[in-house]
């Protein structure tokens, strides 16, 4: 099969496989419903909405010994991943669809002293699937049995394609033949990089194919 690249771009993201972003929290979730806690976790990883009170609405710091000054504007904290306030700002001026903000508080390990600022859980409840893997040169096979692909890289700019389909629909998403990824509208990724927000996403362009035939 035969592809194109059009005049059109998308972006992927590296946070969700970066250590640095790894916040030793932990949730109230699990004291609620651990087993609910867990399945809400695995199915954000795969893109897949849940009901909002499967996620943690207080978050504190896990450990005594942990102590934690400055968190960024993205990151990942008792499973879940959380944005502040001026990330979900932007976020709330796109299409969503069923990805979810819900408002956490964080506090230190004592549970009494907050941190300062907004936050939210950015809970993933959307996919799509447009990705072309034979048109993307620095991927790997994640599960040998299964369809299922991931950067090779982090250097990956221009290095997936996805279909011209990736086009529509909603401006935040993962893709149901990736793993460790999340994907952003180029509107959405130039309104994040006008409020200097994309930095800790490691964002790189993605190539938009259509097929020939």
Request: glycine share 6%; proline share 4%.
């Amino acid at each position: 099969m035969s592809y194109r690249t059009l005049d059109a771009r998308v972006w992927a993201t590296n946070c969700l496989t970066d250590g640095e972003l790894i916040y030793a929290f932990r949730g109230n979730n699990l004291e609620r419903d651990k087993t609910k806690a867990v399945e809400a976790i695995r199915r954000a990883k795969k893109g897949e909405a849940s009901a909002d009170d499967s996620f943690p609405d207080e978050l504190y710091v896990a450990s005594e010994y942990e102590k934690i000054s400055k968190i960024p504007n993205i990151f990942s904290a008792g499973g879940v991943w959380v944005i502040s306030g001026r990330f979900a700002e932007v976020l709330r001026r796109f299409e969503l669809g069923q990805t979810g903000l819900y408002p956490v508080k964080l506090f230190h390990h004592d549970r009494k002293t907050p941190f300062e600022g907004e936050y939210f859980v950015l809970a993933f409840g959307e996919t799509k699937d447009t990705f072309v893997p034979e048109e993307s040169p620095k991927i790997k096979n994640i599960f040998m049995s299964k369809d299922i692909w991931g950067p090779r890289n982090s250097d990956n700019d221009d290095s997936l394609a996805l279909s011209s389909g990736v086009l529509q629909g909603v401006d935040l998403w993962m893709e149901k033949k990736m793993a460790h990824v999340f994907f952003l509208s180029d509107r959405l990724y130039q309104a994040l990089s006008n409020e200097k927000l994309t930095k800790p996403l490691k964002p790189y362009r993605c190539r938009v194919v259509s097929n020939l035939h």
